[in-house]
T-cell receptor, first 112, second 116 residues
């Protein structure tokens, strides 16, 4: 089985630009979550989608948005990029039940 | 907001010895789940072990076990027979509530270095 796949793996953007990050969950997983991990810190929750509906939102500005598609893949969009948005963005999918969330390898975003 | 505390920024252990990584939380919700993840330098978060608040026994997964002390709000990870490949960042995380799809709140992490 393929794991959680994220694209792109690395990205360099300029301040003020827009970025779209993509995530494909494990087959059968209907929940997708997004996390931001700044260097040296633990991941911070951004969004969670379950069955294509937003089920949770972290303390992030409205510049951050996301959506989940009918095939359960997801996109994270960030507008008006700031230097502080530079981070590793992790996507996690999960199956109903008390299983661990499976994370992708992440997208390393650098804003210059 | 709930908080996960990992008080050890870095830990060192000799190969083949056991090591304990500390984790405490402050939730008042009686239903929660605690997770431990390993993050090597490649960045991927690797699931290690899970403990539910209502589980009667401490969780074990191979060389990983949880020392779960509910009243003390702690869930320390024990790695037995450390290997060089165990060198990585380790995160404790919590999901509050009884749902199966809640958000995870992470601690700051502990860097584990295994010496030969």
């Amino acid at each position: 089985d393929a794991g959680v796949t994220q694209s792109p793996t690395h990205l360099i953007k300029t301040r003020g630009q827009h970025v779209t990050l993509r995530c494909s969950p494990i087959s059968g997983h209907k929940s997708v979550s997004w996390y931001q991990q700044v260097l040296g810190q633990g991941p911070q929750f951004i969004f969670q989608y379950y069955e294509k509906e937003e089920r949770g939102r972290g303390n992030f500005p409205d510049r951050f948005s996301a959506r989940q598609f009918p095939n359960y893949s997801s996109e994270l969009n960030v507008n008006a990029l700031l230097l502080g948005d530079s981070a590793l963005y992790l996507c996690a999918s999960s199956l109903a039940g008390n299983y661990g969330y499976t994370f992708g390898s992440g997208t390393r975003l650098t804003v210059v | 907001a709930q908080k996960i505390t990992q008080t050890q920024p870095g830990m060192f252990v000799q190969e083949k010895e056991a090591v304990t990584l500390d984790c405490t939380h402050d939730t008042s919700d009686p239903s929660y789940g605690l997770f431990w993840y390993k993050q090597p330098s490649s960045g991927e978060m690797i699931f290690l072990i899970y403990q539910g608040s209502y589980d009667q026994q401490n969780a074990t997964e191979g060389r990983y076990s949880l020392n779960f002390q509910k009243a003390r709000k702690s869930a320390n990870l024990v790695i037995s027979a450390s290997q060089l490949g165990d060198s990585a960042m380790y995160f404790c995380a919590m999901r509050e509530g009884g749902t199966s799809y809640g958000k995870l709140t992470f601690g700051q992490g502990t860097i584990l270095t295994v010496h030969p």
